[in-house]
């Protein structure tokens, strides 16, 4: 990860619908709200946000296995938002679990135990998020076994 600033943008198509470029390399993005507001032709700015989260913490995960070496593909994440309304009746993202799945048994992976330790802290997504809303993160093995 760098410093750089990242910068996306975002142009409507219509209605609640967004064009959102990402850079020259990356293919664009339709994101839209769900109905009654939008059509849900596209993933909306709450489930953007489960992805990004998903995806930081799978990459931190698999980043602080490969320090040790660990091979724990295929990896999958499940993200869950739990959305309510604020004391302004506003509807906020309260909340937020996470549920990583190793691709391997835990017996397999030496060190798991740091690995599990430290992990989320390389996560920039979750750790920024977690300043606004409490994040649950959960590891599960191959065999369903609970491992955080």
Do not use: W
């Not at 996306?8 to 009654?36: H, K, M, N, S």
């Amino acid at each position: 990860m760098s410093d750089a600033l990242t910068t996306i943008r975002l142009t409507q198509r219509q209605d609640y619908q967004f064009d959102t470029r990402f850079g020259d390399t990356v293919p664009d993005l339709v994101a839209d709200e769900p109905a009654p507001l939008g059509h849900g032709l596209g993933p909306s700015p709450v489930q953007l946000l489960c992805a990004a989260v998903g995806n930081c913490l799978s990459a931190s995960l698999l980043f602080s296995m490969r320090k040790y070496k660990l091979a724990p593909e295929p990896l999958s994440c499940e993200v869950e938002a739990e959305v309510g309304r604020n004391a302004e009746n506003r509807l906020r993202v309260l909340g937020m679990t996470a549920r990583l799945t190793l691709g391997v048994p835990a017996a397999s992976l030496a060190h798991l135990d740091r690995v599990l330790a430290q992990f989320e802290s390389f996560c920039t997504v979750t750790e920024s998020i977690r300043q606004g809303f409490p994040v649950t993160v959960q590891v599960f093995d191959s065999t369903g076994a609970a491992l955080k």
